[in-house]
């Protein structure tokens, strides 16, 4: 039986993926701007939760999107729900990985630093994913993926383009492997700034919390 995709902006995703355990498709979205009355799509979202997320967001229940998206008590419930997190984001604009990891570390960096919390770790940590996107090159399709376990303090950056090549932030210590792999330490500010980058640009931004 083949199983119904969700169109995100003419973007398929899957409504369920499996990474340790099954994630449903919460919420999803577009970045885009708009220049001269011109829209100007850049990326498809997908953000994918435990079902049992749900538990910690009932008082936003029935809230529609444009709502949550600038509700910072609904974001902090959520990025400190004790439950996996993941992110698909597809390429609709080719762009540089230079380009793409500048934007998600200025995005990054100034929430940190509006809350008194960018620090030399959190630095550090910034630099290694601007350097890894720094090679890279998206052309439409693209996907990337951020992958935040339940309690940990590892994330997970997965760039996949096209069908053949795939590269990684994950576990550091494997100089010469055919995958990239870097470890990158994101706190749970770092998560709520990946799943709130581009706030500004998001459109259609939808949460599920039936």
């Known amino acids: 039986m083949t199983t119904e995709m969700v169109m995100v902006d003419e973007v398929p995703f899957p409504p369920q993926i499996t990474t340790t ?41 029935g809230k529609p999107g444009n709502v949550l998206a600038e509700d910072d008590d609904f974001f902090e419930a959520l990025i400190n729900a004790p439950v996996e997190k993941f992110l698909r984001v597809v390429v609709i604009k080719e762009i540089k990985g230079s380009q793409y990891g500048v934007q998600l570390e200025s995005a990054v960096r100034d929430r940190l630093a509006a809350d008194d919390k960018y620090e030399e770790e959190e630095e550090e940590a910034l630099e290694k994913v601007v350097e890894f996107f720094q090679s890279k090159y998206f052309k439409k399709d693209s996907v990337i993926t951020f992958h935040f376990p ?61």
């Open 21 to 61: 355990k099954p994630l449903s498709l919460l919420g999803h979205g577009i970045t885009d701007i708009e220049i001269h009355f011109l829209q100007i799509k850049f990326t498809a979202i997908g953000v994918y939760l435990e079902p049992e997320v749900v538990g910690h967001l009932q008082q936003w229940k």
């Open 150 to 210: 339940a309690n940990s303090a590892i994330a997970e950056f997965l760039c996949m383009f096209g069908c053949a090549q795939t590269d990684y932030i994950h576990d550091g210590g494997k100089g010469g492997s055919k995958n990239q792999s870097r470890e990158c330490k994101c706190g749970r500010d770092d998560q709520e700034m990946v799943l709130r980058r581009n706030k500004g640009s998001v459109c259609n931004y939808h949460f599920l919390l039936s």
